[in-house]
């Protein structure tokens, strides 16, 4: 598993991520707008990342489309020098996952499995970021379908329209 992915790192990952979630809402560390992507920097560590929201999302049980209270849907890529974390994909649905459940993000008729803690997913190793990112950056848009724990499915859709210029801005600016 990944550098942050294991033991005192998935702590680390939620602390990371919730702090982007943090900074999505109050966007008083967001350095720069590219288009559907945003990056944002924080000090002490340092830490950047490129976040979007989806311009789709659908839930539903039992085959019908259903109302449900979500928090912030996020899907990000990050880096945190000071961990050795050189891109790593982080997804959030704003609800608790099914215990044991995964997320696929499917990006240009390829799916990709993403492993949930709580209310978040990330992909088993760095080479899966790696084969992940590569592929947002030739897709126009992610479909991360995961199962919350009350059975409600959800498909966020994703827009990658600045996505490549995002993450290139948030990695040149933690000095990767």
């Known amino acids: ?3 942050l992915k294991t033991g005192l790192g998935a702590i680390a990952l939620a602390g990371l991520v919730a702090g982007g979630a943090f900074a999505q809402d109050q966007s008083t560390n967001r350095v720069a707008a590219k288009t559907d992507w945003s990056v944002f920097v924080e000090d002490n560590p340092t830490e950047c990342w490129g976040v979007s929201t989806p311009k789709e999302s659908v839930n539903s049980r039992d085959g019908r489309v259903v109302a449900v209270n979500r928090g912030q849907t996020l ?8 961990a ?14 099914a215990s044991g459940s995964t997320v ?15 209310e978040w997913a990330w992909p088993a190793t760095t080479d899966d970021d ?15 379908t995961g199962r919350s724990g009350r059975g409600t499915k959800t498909e966020d859709t994703f827009s990658l329209l600045g996505f490549t ?12």
């Open 84 to 97: 050795g974390a050189n891109g790593q994909v982080a997804f959030t649905g704003g609800y608790p996952f």
């Open 1 to 3: 598993m990944g550098l």
């Open 165 to 176: 210029a995002a993450i290139e801005d948030a990695e040149k600016r933690c000095g990767s």
């Open 104 to 118: 696929s993000l499917e990006i240009s008729g390829e799916a990709y499995e993403l492993f949930t803690d709580g």
């Open 75 to 82: 899907l990000m890529v990050f880096f945190r020098p000071s």
């Open 130 to 144: 790696s084969k992940i990112i590569a592929a947002m950056k030739r897709g126009a848009d992610a479909k991360a």
